[in-house]
């Protein structure tokens, strides 16, 4: 096993496959650096691809305070691991909770990224959802606690935006369970409690990130409702963004939709090397509220 050693001394299991121009996938809340496979054994052929699993996921430890985990310490996680793999610039690639990290990877560290793929990110970042979003936080930190992870798994892989995965790949579906169920419950808690209930609101960012100028792609599953919204505004701000939805299709579009997962990545990763990304002079958030391009 390989591990990287970040500033405060938590070791972060990784794994670089293939060689090429890299990529770093950065997993969702309720899976690990496996659930990028698909991906690593499309993408190896030609690139070199890095997967690694958060704080809180072993084989990675597992820091017992919830103070040790925040949006600002996942972002320097990744540039640790990025760092003890001797990789410069990478394309990033985020689902879900990995989507706001590479987000935030792109604000504060655009110097180490190729690209942006932030795939199904925006879940309860819209304002009129922040206080039911830190309600259910806290009440899956503590279903977490108190009733372990087995329980906490079979409810949670059942939500809303997952019934389109159970429904179209039930062996797929029982996998994600399955593989859910075995993590660890401290760090799912401590994940919940230090990044997800503190993040900060993508809307909240819309000043920094209409300045960022990098090739991007946000890309969702249309019934992955709640990230819709979120998604809209982040191509309406950003002036280097390009959107595709995949339809039929929830929150887990990697694992739900693999071949066209890695079909638009691959089309989009091949454009940003080429030079050639199509980058506006204005956002649509600026010609929508002026009637004309500025």
């Not at 659930?35 to 499309?42: D, F, G, I, N, T």
């Not at 300045?211 to 950003?238: H, Q, R, S, W």
């Not at 995949?246 to 071949?259: K, V, Y």
């Amino acid at each position: 096993m390989t591990f990287a050693t970040t500033d405060d001394g938590v070791e972060l299991y990784y794994e670089l496959t293939g060689t090429g121009t890299p990529i770093l996938f950065i997993h969702e809340f309720a899976a690990t650096q496996q659930s990028w496979e698909a991906q690593v054994r499309h993408f190896s052929r030609g690139y070199a691809c890095l997967t690694y699993n958060a704080r809180g996921y072993p084989p990675s430890q597992v820091p017992p305070d919830a103070a040790s985990y925040s949006q600002s310490r996942a972002v320097q996680d990744a540039i640790a691991v990025l760092d003890h793999a001797g990789i410069d610039k990478a394309h990033i690639v985020g689902l879900s909770m990995g989507g706001f990290a590479a987000l935030h990877m792109g604000l504060d560290y655009p110097s180490r990224v190729r690209s942006l793929c932030v795939a199904g990110a925006g879940y309860g970042a819209e304002p009129d959802k922040a206080e039911s979003f830190r309600r259910e936080t806290r009440s899956t930190a503590a279903l977490l606690l108190e009733q372990g992870v087995p329980v906490f798994a079979k409810k949670y892989s059942r939500g809303p935006t997952r019934l389109s995965f159970e429904r179209n790949d039930p062996r797929g579906h029982a996998e994600f369970e399955g593989a859910l169920a075995k993590l660890s419950a401290l760090g799912l808690a401590n994940t919940q409690l230090g990044i997800q209930l503190k993040r900060p609101s993508l809307y909240d960012l819309r000043d920094r990130l209409a300045k960022l100028n990098l090739p991007t792609l946000i890309l969702n599953g249309d019934e992955d409702t709640p990230c819709l919204g979120p998604a809209l505004m982040l191509k309406a701000t950003m002036a280097s963004a390009a959107m595709s939805v995949i339809p039929n299709c929830g929150h887990t579009i990697n694992l739900e939709a693999p071949d066209e997962f890695n079909r638009i990545l691959t089309s989009f990763m091949t454009a940003a090397d080429s030079g050639r990304w199509p980058v506006r002079t204005y956002s649509l958030a600026t010609t929508h509220a002026t009637g004309m391009a500025s």
